[in-house]
């Protein structure tokens, strides 16, 4: 499960272990069972310490930002968001395929996209994306210059899916290429219906302490079967994918896609220095 903390484990561990138990991966005693299914949070972390440990990895990653058309478009502070209707979305880094990639992402989202959010960046703000959000009747706005509080839903995906799945290794052949779609796929079903998370509910000031209240942690897709917005029929259509997936065949794949991108980064590196940040792939 990629190591999450005890309270996101503890949300997940039962559908976990019926799933691997249904699929044929795990057998379990019911005395066991009824002791995984017991366990707390705070259990969970101290007996995992020293595993995470071993996952310890420190990096950061930038986006320069772009000034086109940044006039017409409206800004939107962290302030602004209201994550009770799903449809709108924040965007990151994608380069010169960015409104490829938009349209091709509406014909997945389980839901309506409204709007979309997005940094500064030249890849964002330019006159095609503008165009295309005009005429499609989305709203579309942006971050302050250097707030990236503003952005902050995906910019902290930076890290927890892109950089811990694929490391910081420079992506740049076709081969490459079409192995990261591979593993987006995969990864998109790992983590949208298996990864609980967690979002901030209140914040209470006392003196100069603020102290943060947060939801039950909760997987996307349990977000959108739990939402009013989102229309029955995708749903059905949703909860009929859940129960199909294999998540052990579905982290299996994970790991083999993540390995062969490694082989290819050794492959390149050979007559040469290798810029490597390991990763444990398990």
């Given at each position: ?48 310490t ?23 478009i ?10 009770t ?15 490829k ?33 005009e ?106 994918q ?41």
């Amino acid at each position: 499960m990629d190591f999450p903390c005890g309270k996101r484990l503890e949300a997940v561990i039962e559908e976990v272990i019926d799933n691997l138990v249904r699929n044929g991966h795990l057998t379990l005693a019911e005395e066991t069972k009824k002791k995984l299914l017991s366990i707390s949070a705070s259990t969970i972390d101290r007996l995992l310490t020293s595993e995470r440990k071993k996952m310890e990895l420190k990096g950061r990653s930038h986006t320069k930002p772009g000034t086109l058309l940044k006039k017409h478009i409206r800004i939107k502070t962290h302030y602004d968001w209201d994550d009770t209707r799903p449809g709108f979305v924040e965007i990151d880094l994608a380069q010169i395929w960015t409104l490829k990639a938009i349209i091709q992402l509406r014909k997945t989202l389980p839901f309506t996209l409204l709007g979309i959010h997005s940094d500064n960046g030249s890849e964002f703000i330019n006159r095609h994306l503008y165009r295309y959000c005009e005429d499609e009747g989305l709203l579309f706005t942006r971050t302050r210059s250097y707030n990236k509080n503003d952005n902050c839903h995906v910019e902290q995906k930076n890290w927890s899916v892109v950089r811990r799945a694929v490391g910081y290794y420079r992506y740049d052949t076709e081969e490459e290429f079409q192995v990261l779609k591979e593993l987006y796929a995969s990864l998109n079903l790992y983590n949208n219906h298996f990864q609980p998370n967690q979002k901030i509910i209140a914040k209470i000031r006392n003196g100069n302490k603020i102290s943060k209240k947060y939801d039950r942690p909760t997987t996307p897709y349990e977000r959108i079967m739990q939402s009013p917005w989102v229309d029955q029929g995708k749903k059905d259509r949703l909860r009929r994918q859940h129960e199909a997936l294999d998540i052990y065949k579905l982290r299996s794949i994970i790991t083999h896609l993540q390995e062969q991108l490694l082989n290819i980064q050794i492959d390149k590196s050979k007559g040469g220095i290798l810029n490597y940040v390991p990763l444990n792939f398990k």
